[in-house]
């Protein structure tokens, strides 16, 4: 069962009525893990710009589409490397300000994924 994501404010992302205080990943089985933006931070320099091994690691056989929640003030990009990653997996990448993907995300079935950064 897919997660409904009750609301978004910066800093902050309440999903089934539990508030996290941290950028999230919503996984195909509706677990909601702590994301691992290091995983792009260690590359370059910031979480905004997604790296190839955070994308591996987002990915998971099976899914249809990503949801990602790209910030508040829609910061949040794939390098070329993870867009070319999942081009060739075949998964459609759905990118928008994390406010209004939220209200995208509760109106989503199949198999997605959803990427959320909740700050800028």
């Known amino acids: ?16 009525d539990v508030k996290y205080s941290h950028d999230v990943l919503i996984r195909l ?3 909601v893990t702590k994301r691992k933006k290091k995983l792009s931070k260690e590359l370059y320099g910031t979480s905004h710009k997604i ?3 955070e994308a591996e690691y ?8 990503l949801l990602i929640g ?13 867009n070319a990653f999942f081009k060739e ?5 759905i990118f928008a300000a994390t406010p209004k993907a939220i209200r995208k ?3 989503e079935s199949g198999e997605i994924i959803g990427l959320f950064h909740i700050t800028c």
């Open 58 to 65: 987002v990915y998971e056989e099976g899914a249809e589409r």
């Open 1 to 16: 069962m897919v997660p409904i994501i009750n609301s978004t404010s910066f800093g902050s992302i309440t999903i089934d």
């Open 105 to 107: 995300w509760n109106q």
């Open 89 to 93: 997996k075949g998964i459609e990448v």
């Open 70 to 82: 790209s910030g508040m003030f829609d910061r949040a990009h794939f390098s070329d490397e993870a």
């Open 29 to 31: 089985n509706g677990e």
């Open 51 to 53: 790296s190839l091994t």
